[in-house]
């Protein structure tokens, strides 16, 4: 009868009929040697058996080396589950993930396809003499890392201010290592230049979080065993519009236009508008450039107001409104009108040993040459004598065109 015991799927009654036969081989041959002249024959190890490790899903390889076999059989045992696997060619498990090869009755390896976690352990290989002689190996078997989505860390949307925690959970053999990172290498604490770019650790805090702390980060975890893994968690932080403004004051002249603009930023995004004095609505005309940049709201509000009458002039107000709050800065266009203006000058000079010294201000490149002739006057009417004396030589009302 023909009993196929690496079937997979092998009867029950077939099984036995395998494990029996399996004892019967080993008997009948330990039976059949003693009774041969092999007392001059003494097999012998020729190396130690050498611990593999191997990665999960590759073939595991141990080896097992004899001399002087002779008639002798070798065996591979699993020890932790004494396990019979191999009987010379004879694969006895019922695995078929296990095969048995040897060159020249002198080489005997165990081959183990597909590795599991499960297959990490001693193994022995075994010489049926008087008494047994074996000698034992280790199989290793590492897991390259994998990050698990629970409870690893899911993206977000926080508050400013508030404190955040990132987890990584992640699995392999060796236990992996967790390093974080941001993109581009940005400061991985709430202080923007801090210089710290990265965290080693499963867990990355981040106190009073702030707005430039939005984005993505980096959970990589590796073990030595490739590849190297990572999972990328984006970090949004709401806050209340912010607003910037060029310039608070803006100079135009009756029948002119002027341009009006601020910037904004703001998350989740803002409504943007102007408003005229206390409170009307500009509806019609203006521009609205909206970005995002790095999970931020960014708006360029630019307007171009026509001055046809006075009321035209006056506070005008840029409005950015989110859910978080509303926050507006004003700025005021003054009527720009061709009119005289006095300016008070004087002029200082300082006499000494070492010449003199003059001090203008305020004055047109005519009124200068007046003054530098008339100081010069001056000081020669006083003479060289009479060091550190001051001469107060002018305070004059300078008529200036201006438009």
Known sequence: ??????????????????????????????????????????????????????PVGREGVMTCTV???????????????????TIETLVITKSERIAITHTEQRIWQLRIKDIRESDKGWYMCQINTDPMKSQMGYLDVVVPPDILDYPTSQDMVVLEGTNVTLTCAATGVPEPTVNWKREGDKSITSVEDSGITSHDGAMLHIYHIQRHNAGSYHCIASNGVPPTVSKRIIVTVNFQPIVRLPTRQYYAELGGRVTLECHSEAQPNSINYWMKGKGEIILQGGTYDSTLEDHVFKVTM???????????????????????????????????????????????????????????????DNKINEILLTASAASSSCGAHGPFGWLVVGIALVTVKTL
């Open 302 to 364: 630019r307007i171009t107001i026509r001055l046809e009458k006075a009321s035209d002039y006056g506070v005008y107000k840029c409005v950015a409104k989110n859910s978080l709050g509303t926050t507006e800065e004003s700025v005021r266009v003054y009527r720009k009108t061709s009119k005289t203006k006095q300016v008070e000058n004087q002029v200082i000079q300082q006499s000494n040993y070492l010449g003199s010294t003059t001090f203008l201000k305020n004055y047109t």
């Open 1 to 54: 009868m023909n009993i196929n015991c690496n079937k997979p799927n092998a009867h029950k009654a077939t099984m036995d009929a395998c494990l029996i036969t399996s004892l019967i081989v080993l008997i009948g041959i330990s039976r059949c040697y003693a009774l041969l002249d092999v007392s001059g024959i003494d097999p012998k190890f020729s190396a130690p058996i050498a611990n593999v490790t191997v």
């Open 67 to 85: 001399h002087d076999l002779y008639k002798y059989k070798v065996a591979w045992l699993r020890v932790d589950t004494q396990t019979i696997l």
